[in-house]
Nanobody
Framework: QVQLVESGGGLVQPGGSLRLSCAASGSIFSINTMGWYRQAPGKERELVAGITSGGITDYADSVKGRFTISRDNAKNTVYLQMNSLKPEDTAVYVC??????????????WGQGTQVTVSS
């Protein structure tokens, strides 16, 4: 079994910062792309940022220059540093990872989600 566990969400004022973490554990052989998605009430889930195993990153236009995705391959963990937060960043943030498990089966795994609320 493979699990993704997120942490770091919460309530922050506009202009503030938060750092999300997502740690993968279990029967992992290797991890390819990892990413963060978000879903606000009444909206579709959208990709926020992604990072390959080699460190190539991609961002949604709405977060470029404010959010930074990074990963620690030794810890099987992906991070999302969020700065200059805006009320429209309020959403449930969910991490995902493309993982080759120890049975050499590729699949996409999702975390349980963490709430980020930006409000004064």
């Amino acid at each position: 079994q493979v699990q993704l566990v997120e942490s770091g969400g919460g309530l922050v004022q506009p202009g503030g910062s938060l750092r999300l973490s997502c740690a993968a554990s279990g029967s992992i052989f290797s991890i390819n792309t990892m990413g963060w998605y978000r879903q606000a009430p009444g909206k579709e889930r959208e990709l926020v940022a992604g990072i390959t195993s080699g460190g190539i990153t991609d961002y949604a236009d709405s977060v470029k220059g404010r959010f930074t995705i990074s990963r620690d391959n030794a810890k099987n963990t992906v991070y999302l540093q969020m700065n200059s937060l805006k009320p429209e960043d309020t959403a449930v943030y969910v991490c995902n990872a493309h993982i080759l498990n120890t049975r050499f089966y590729n699949d996409v795994y999702w975390g349980q989600g963490t709430q980020v609320t930006v409000s004064s």
